[in-house]
């Protein structure tokens, strides 16, 4: 299982409001974490199944002004780093496969087009779609299996007038659904692939404000995220044969939460109101701990959080920036929060993510190795 999230642009001063990050997983085991650092290159740590790596600092990915990334995984093994040129807004294209980086290390394909803000996903195996912001408009590309449609440097242009940056997910081989919010309005308009392109249709709802988010359990099931203009979180999904919602289930949210599926009907969510983290589950047939109520969980968060889910276990792993700069990590494990509720571990500083020389390094990988 895949999962994918969208970095919106920033400046090379990061602080830790502005340090968006991207986590994904190819298999139970294994985490992949990206982000920009303050020099506006991309930083890089990885969880192997027994400890984090590098240990006390970060890996530098060559590559220099870099505005919005995205990353992706179409299966085990793989890794897909799609990220913008702060200046000349052309799209780049890092990929790593069969153990190594491609297409090297040192260098990164030029996709061309000139764009704001970048999503990616895949349908599965040997399937890349990238969709990004050009002007108020979003325009697509994709790797087929065989080479770059429309082209290596061409993008398709979808048209449509957008307030958002753009939002990508599939449920299964041969379906994609891609997600904004108009500028008319600020309802949500979406866009699907079967077996051909359909037109834009209107969601409604709203008007909403930042960038929606897009889900799926499985096959037949679509979820959409977005929060209206006092922060509340809005939710409408297609059940297989209509629409269902919109339906409201509360908080005071400035970004959208994160949304991931550990298995068929289950949801965990995940936001930031001021520095605590809030968490809000569906559990196949209620919310808890209420339609509009919510845990809280740590503080002291000064970025929205990430979150990967660990498929049919129940296994969640969050990550966050702290105010002071530092990558923070909390864990459910499918029965009680480690190291607890309240509190999390340290992965390194993202105010200077490459000096190893940081002291004593503890994480999860270190006390938590075997239960993981």
Known sequence: MYYTHTLTLMTSLISAAEASFSAVSWGDARIDLFGLAPDSSIWHKFYTGWDWQPASCFEKLPSSDVGALSASSWGEGRLDIVFVNATGGNVLHKYYGGGNWGPSWETAADLGGHVTSVASGSWGENRLDIVAKSGDSFVHKAWTGTEWFPSGTDWENFGGDFSSDPVVTSWGPGRLDIIGISSDGGSIMHKFWHEGWSKWGDL??????????????????????????????????????????????????????????WNATKIDIVGKEESTYRLKSFDGSEWHPSKDGWYDLASDF???????????????????????????????????????????????????????????????????????
Do not use: C, M
């Open 302 to 372: 000064g970025s929205e959080p990430s979150v990967v889910a660990r498929r049919k276990t129940n296994f969640l792993s969050v990550f966050g920036v702290g105010e002071d700069g530092t990558l923070r990590t909390q864990i459910w494990t499918g029965y009680d929060w480690q190291p607890a509720a309240d509190s999390t571990w340290s992965l390194g500083d993202l105010s200077d993510p490459y000096s190893e020389d940081k002291g004593e390094h503890r994480g999860y990988g270190d006390e938590w190795s075997e239960e993981l």
């Open 204 to 261: 409604g709802g709203g008007p909403f404000i930042k960038t929606p988010k897009a889900t799926s359990w499985g096959p037949g099931r679509l979820d959409f995220w977005a929060i209206d203009e006092e922060g509340k979180l809005n939710h409408l999904y297609w059940d297989g044969s209509q629409y269902q919602g919109w339906e409201t289930l509360g908080g005071s949210f400035s970004h959208v939460p994160q949304v991931v599926h």
